[in-house]
Each structure stands twice: as structure tokens, then as C-alpha cells.
């Protein structure tokens, strides 16, 4: 049976973000993410996932000064300092909470030192990782969303966790950029299903739930687990109502 994560930088992101667990606990996922806790105490957080016994699988290094628009900081040259400040926090929180993944965001740059920039951060990050137990996720974004962003496409993406060369640095696959950006999303999971540590969905084009648009995910889930990838899906998407009413989609595919 295929198993969800509710996203809760998207779903239930009008509540605190202990309550946002609870919600999707009672609602019948399997687990949780985030995108920036950091604005709750870690201490809270962890009180809620032990409470309701759903694991948090992942979060995001801060995005930097949002004034100016910034979307992470490790691949913009002479940011470096502040980019190992983010990683450092956002392993210690995940720690703190029993998250197993952090999000690494590349920032929006381009060229080699913004490439030599990305990669040194990395190895910083995996280097500090491995001995707490949690994997380090990079993620493409698609050009219509994040323009500029640094890391657009699973072929890059692959390249650089290549270049890094650390067993706990792995492709965060996000079906509604890959759509966007590359398309052909059965045989993209195939090929890169050994360095996919987290899988993602929403419907394409709108971001909204997986029930509509140009991608069938009940085959893409059916793939999914005939790869044999059995951790919980992450429901990244935009609720057009109240959460509770947007989730008629899961009954239907959660088997």
C-alpha cells in the first residue's frame, strides 16, 4: 500500500506547525515534512511527533534574506560562511527532532564557481551528516517557479551528487518539477532510483492535488513500488480550500 507525507509548508500551513502534525496524523498519513521549523522551538515540534508517532522525514536549510528574494545561499560565491551557518542549524534541528533528511537549497546562481561553491557546501554538509544518521537531499526546481534557481534538472542534479561522492547525499525527486523541467517521469524514477532519497508529487501544471492535470499518478504510484521504493510519498502540493477538504485524492490512491 503506498504510504504519504504531508508536506506542511503547503498543507495545514495556516496552523502552528505541531498542530499542522497533528492534523495530518488524524487525517491518516504516514509522516511529515516541512519546509522551515524554524520559527517553532525544536523542543515542541518533537513533542508533537512523538505524540502522534509520525516521523518528520525532512526540512530546508533557510532561504537567506527573503527581503531580497533569495531561495538558499550554498551556491552563491562569497555567501559560504553563511551557508555552513544554515546547514549547521538545520542539522541540529533535525536532530533535535528525529528528522532524517535536510534540504540543501542551492540558491539562485550560475557558472563553475557557483557549481565549486554548491559542491564544496555539500561535502561540508555530509561531512557533518553522516555521523547523526541524516541523508542530505538536493532537489531541481523548474524554471517557471524558482527562475535562476541554480539546480534545474535530475542530470545535474546526478552530476554533482557524483562529484560529491558521499553515500548520504541523494536526489530529492519532485514529479511536479521533473514534469515540468524534463517530463518522462516513469523512466527518470527508474534510472535514478539509487540515488533518490526522497520522492515528491502535485499535479502538473497548477501544483495543486495529484487528481488532475497532465500526470496519471495513480500509474506513477504503481511504478513507484514496482521499483521496490516503499518510503512514504511527500504530498507537496497547494490546497485551493481548507486541507481537510482537498484530500478525497488519497483515499482513492493510498493501496
Not at 508533537?48 to 527573503?66: F, I, S, V, W, Y
Request: with cysteine.
Amino acid at each position: 500500500m503506498t504510504r504519504f507525507s504531508a508536506n506542511l509548508g503547503f498543507l495545514w500551513a495556516d496552523r502552528p506547525l505541531p498542530d499542522a502534525i497533528r492534523a495530518a496524523k488524524a487525517a491518516g498519513f504516514n509522516a511529515v515534512e516541512c519546509h522551515w521549523p524554524y520559527a517553532v522551538g525544536a523542543a515542541e515540534v518533537a513533542a508533537a511527533l512523538e505524540e502522534t508517532g509520525l516521523p518528520m522525514l525532512g526540512l530546508n536549510t533557510r532561504r537567506g534574506n527573503l527581503d531580497a528574494g533569495e531561495n538558499g545561499l550554498s551556491a552563491l560565491v562569497g555567501r559560504e560562511e553563511e551557508a555552513r551557518e544554515a546547514i549547521d542549524e538545520a542539522l541540529e534541528y533535525a536532530q533535535q527532532t528525529g528528522t532524517g533528511a535536510v534540504h540543501v537549497m542551492a540558491g539562485f546562481a550560475q557558472g563553475d564557481a557557483a557549481e565549486a561553491c554548491f559542491t564544496s557546501a555539500l561535502s561540508y554538509a555530509c561531512t557533518k551528516a553522516a555521523p547523526l544518521g541524516i541523508t542530505i537531499l538536493i532537489e531541481p526546481l523548474n524554471h517557471y517557479d524558482a527562475p535562476g534557481y541554480f539546480l534545474t534538472t535530475t542530470e545535474q542534479a546526478r552530476d554533482i551528487i557524483e562529484a560529491v561522492g558521499a553515500d548520504n547525499l541523494k536526489l530529492m525527486f519532485d514529479c511536479y518539477h521533473v514534469q515540468l523541467m524534463e517530463g518522462d517521469l516513469s523512466h527518470r524514477l527508474d534510472a535514478l532510483l539509487p540515488i533518490i532519497g526522497h520522492i515528491q508529487f502535485a499535479s502538473v501544471p497548477d501544483r495543486g492535488t495529484p487528481d488532475h492535470g497532465e500526470v496519471n499518478f495513480d500509474h506513477i504510484f504503481e511504478v513507484i513500488a514496482g521499483l521496490g521504493y516503499d518510503r512514504p510519498l511527500g504530498a507537496e502540493y497547494k490546497p485551493i480550500a481548507p486541507t481537510e477538504q482537498t484530500l478525497s485524492w488519497m483515499q482513492s490512491l493510498k493501496r
